[in-house]
């Protein structure tokens, strides 16, 4: 569901509050983000050249193009939430010793070598991943974002990389029911991937192993995914009576065509690790044997390049696409958030839970 009407006023209240100043850019891309929300796409005349200032606040309103009012307001909404998370946030450097240890054992974070690596540790269950391990990822993300690695890593233990969502997540109704569990897992679902989004660092896969839904989709908003020859890709989303999440209706079609992309997510084809990589979604693919030898020994020759270099780089790569991925997410969260609700979802996840089908 997209911001309401209140939520953006409590937002543009918040912005005033803020204990630090957020920069000319970011003060520019609430200006924009507000014009558009309540006054919809530019439609006043370009300033001449001598207004400078009007003709950069024109430029910035002007360049979110048809951006409807609703998810200009999420974005403001989402921009100032973030502006006051880190504000808020004690220090800007988090040194590994003092980093948060998540709550559950199946994430480990470690940190060594200029490399911080998250690692889902839930074998037995192939990395599928718990409402837990979710919010243990946004944890483990933002505290990475400040700390004093250069790279980051996310990766899994065991044979499988991740097998995606933990379909039995859904089985645990609150007492607001259906319509409670589908608005709570949105809401959930959209912070997660919004932290893969604004990653400011680069950001790795190391894929050990086979990798299901959500686990694929989110590789479109990584730098570099490295994948063993065991790997493959797969999102069965019409199988499971769900659609794309990750921002992989907007990533996909733009990594590999709009056709190829179809195939993989409206009819669940599976892709080995060499197809995934000639579709350009993954880097480089490494024969399982010396995978991990071969992947590491490059990630820490990576991690001693400049950070602050990879750092801008990377902002330069990324940046202009960030309202869009913004506006992507909140879509896609608030459509899962009814396909949730459906008959079709229901019906395939009590079929897995019931061993009836396996993907
Ligand atoms: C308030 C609610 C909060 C919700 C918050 C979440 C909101 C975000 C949602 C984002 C949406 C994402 C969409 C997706 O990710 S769709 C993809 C979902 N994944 C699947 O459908 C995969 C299902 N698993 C399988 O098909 C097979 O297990 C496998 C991965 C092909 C592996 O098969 P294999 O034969 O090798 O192994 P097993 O089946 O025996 O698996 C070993 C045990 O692991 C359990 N398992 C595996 N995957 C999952 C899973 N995704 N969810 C739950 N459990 C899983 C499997 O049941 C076995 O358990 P057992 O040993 O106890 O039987």
Same mark, same amino acid.
């Given at each position: 569901m997209l911001a309401s009407q209140k939520d953006f006023n409590n937002a543009v209240s918040q912005v005033k509050l803020l204990k630090e100043d957020p920069g000319n850019e970011v003060k520019l891309k609430l200006y924009a983000l507000y014009k558009q929300a309540t006054e919809g796409p530019c439609n006043v005349p370009k300033p001449g050249m001598l207004g400078f200032i009007n003709k950069t606040k024109w430029d910035a309103w002007n360049a979110l193009g048809s951006l409807s009012k609703e998810a200009a307001r999420q974005n403001y909404v989402d921009l100032v939430s973030r502006l006051s998370a880190s504000s808020e946030s004690p220090s800007p450097e988090a040194p590994a010793a003092d980093r948060k240890q998540p709550e559950s054992d199946s994430l480990v974070v470690t940190s060594e070598d200029g490399i911080t690596t998250i690692r889902l540790n839930r074998p037995a269950k192939k990395n599928a991943l718990t409402t837990q391990m979710y919010r243990d990822i946004i944890a483990a993300?933002?505290?990475? +974002?400040?700390? &004093?690695?250069?790279?980051?890593? !996310?990766?899994?233990?065991?044979?499988?990389?991740?097998?995606g969502n933990d379909l039995t997540n859904f089985t645990h109704l609150p007492a607001g029911g259906l319509e409670e569990m589908a608005r709570s897992a949105a809401a959930l679902l959209r912070d997660f991937v919004n932290c893969f989004i604004d990653f400011p660092k680069p950001l790795v896969a190391v894929v050990n192993g086979p990798a299901v839904g959500i686990s694929v989709t989110i590789l479109g908003l990584f730098d570099v995914v490295y994948a063993t020859d065991r790997a493959s890709f797969h999102t069965p989303f019409s199988h499971l009576g769900q659609s794309p999440e990750g921002c992989s209706s907007y990533t996909f079609p733009k990594i590999m065509g709009s056709s190829k992309a179809a195939e993989m997510l409206l009819f669940g084809k599976k892709l080995t690790a060499q197809e995934a990589c000639a579709q350009g979604l993954v880097t480089e693919v490494f024969p399982d044997g010396t995978f991990q030898k071969e992947v590491w020994a490059r990630l820490k020759a990576y991690s001693k390049l400049p950070p602050n270099a990879m750092r801008i780089s990377k902002q330069i790569i990324r940046n202009r696409e960030k309202e869009k991925l913004h506006a992507v997410n909140a &879509? &896609? +969260? +608030?459509? !899962?958030? &009814?396909?949730?609700q459906s008959d079709e979802c229901m019906n395939a996840i009590a079929s897995f839970l019931s061993r009836k089908v396996k993907l």
């Open positions: 993300l933002q505290a990475a +974002s400040k700390d &004093e690695s250069a790279i980051t890593v !996310l990766t899994g233990s065991g044979d499988y990389y991740c097998s &879509e &896609e +969260s +608030s459509v !899962l958030r &009814e396909r949730w």
